[in-house]
């Protein structure tokens, strides 16, 4: 017996040239919003759920709904029409409000491992150039007393006798019917005739491993490498899961990294910066001769072509960029205070009203002079 007068396509909001799949997404959003467990002693919603449910079933039937859009409400009596104690067929569309669906029935024992995740800290160098690392790590393996199978002595399954091998269990819900995963054999259908005792049936069993793993040359924080199969392996003799290793790197007391550049602070001597001159400055690839301009200030920065870090793709390496600070001692004798009171004096006289660089320099200057 029909549930409603209204015209079927009203009902569910959709046009009258709507597809399936416009048709059974338009039910779905209905079924969700008006479904009895959602509100609980609502007489309307009830019968909105209601109309929902037998516009659909109408709308979704190639034939009924032929015979809807030819003949009305009264082309589909007599045929079947909407049975509410069926709703089953209709669990599917339900799934996203339970969290399941009719599933498609049984759905085996073996199951995939799962997927894991490891964070490995790295030093500069070993994040720059590339490393060896030992990773200690807990992981399920399979069970070496049954092969992975779950039964004692490679012993079998049998037919679950609650299911009788579907998998899937029926139980009512108001007015209609749904399905649910077998709570005896979890929606597998079988059981096993004697499970392991190692491993109480699963197949699998947790152990200590120590995996060794090859860090490419280039990476940085936040990098992610995956290891195909070296997660856990599966349930029942399921395939293995993915390992994956999160990278963080440690920072240098030197250098500092700028994607695949380095940039470096670099004290240069007074004197050296003032007259010009040459001075050795570490890189990661070993010690550079670097060549000072005469006049050169703090804050200047020197670029050394290929000195960086390599390129994860293997395509050249990043600069390295050593930028100037002026080494000023803190301890003078007194004759060489009076060399740099004079020189500061002659350097005033002859430029003139010194720049915001060289009064900075000047007061540190001055400084040393009155400790």
């Known amino acids: 017996m029909s549930t409603t007068s209204r015209d079927l396509y009203e009902v569910l909001g959709v046009a009258r040239d709507a597809t399936p799949d416009q048709i059974k997404s338009a039910y779905r959003k209905l079924a969700l919003n008006h479904h009895p467990d959602r509100n609980p002693g609502d007489s309307e919603a009830e019968q909105r759920f209601r109309e929902a449910a037998e516009a659909y079933s109408i709308l979704s039937d190639t034939e009924k709904r032929a015979r809807y859009d030819r003949y009305g409400h009264e082309g589909n009596r007599g045929a079947g029409g909407f049975d509410p104690n069926a709703f089953v067929d209709f669990a599917d569309i339900l799934g996203d409000f339970f969290g399941m669906g009719t599933g498609g029935g049984r759905r085996g024992r073996r199951a995939p491992g799962e997927d894991l995740r490891a964070d490995l800290t790295l030093t500069f160098e070993e994040a720059a150039f590339g490393a060896e690392k030992s990773l200690p790590m807990r992981r399920y393996e399979r069970c070496d007393a049954c092969h992975g199978t779950g039964g004692k002595g490679g012993s079998g399954t049998v037919t679950c006798g609650v299911c009788r091998g579907r998998g899937r269990v029926q139980y009512r819900q108001g007015f209609f019917a749904m399905e649910r995963p077998c709570p005896e054999c979890q929606g597998a259908g079988e ?34 490498l995956r290891l195909t199969s070296e997660g856990n392996h599966g349930r029942a003799g399921g395939h293995t899961g993915d390992l994956y290793v999160v990278l963080s790197v440690e920072a240098h007391e030197q250098f500092r990294r700028e994607g695949y550049d380095v940039v470096l602070p670099w004290a240069v001597p007074y004197p050296v910066a003032v007259l010009g001159g040459t001075c050795t400055v570490p890189t990661l690839h070993g010690d550079e001769e670097l060549e000072i301009p005469a006049g050169t200030a703090a804050g200047r920065a020197f670029t050394l072509r290929g000195k960086g870090i390599p390129r994860v793709d293997g395509r050249g390496r990043g600069d390295q960029h050593v930028v100037v600070t002026i080494r000023v001692p803190k301890k003078l004798s007194s004759e060489q205070k009076k060399a740099v009171q004079k020189l500061a004096d002659l350097m005033k006289e002859e430029a003139g009203s010194p720049t915001r660089e060289e009064k900075g320099f000047l007061e540190k200057l001055r400084d040393l002079f009155s400790s």
């Open 191 to 224: 059981k096993l005739k004697d499970p392991c005792h190692d491993c109480q049936g699963e197949g699998r069993t947790l152990r200590e491993r120590t995996l060794t793993i090859a860090i490419p040359a280039g990476v940085d924080t936040g990098a992610r």
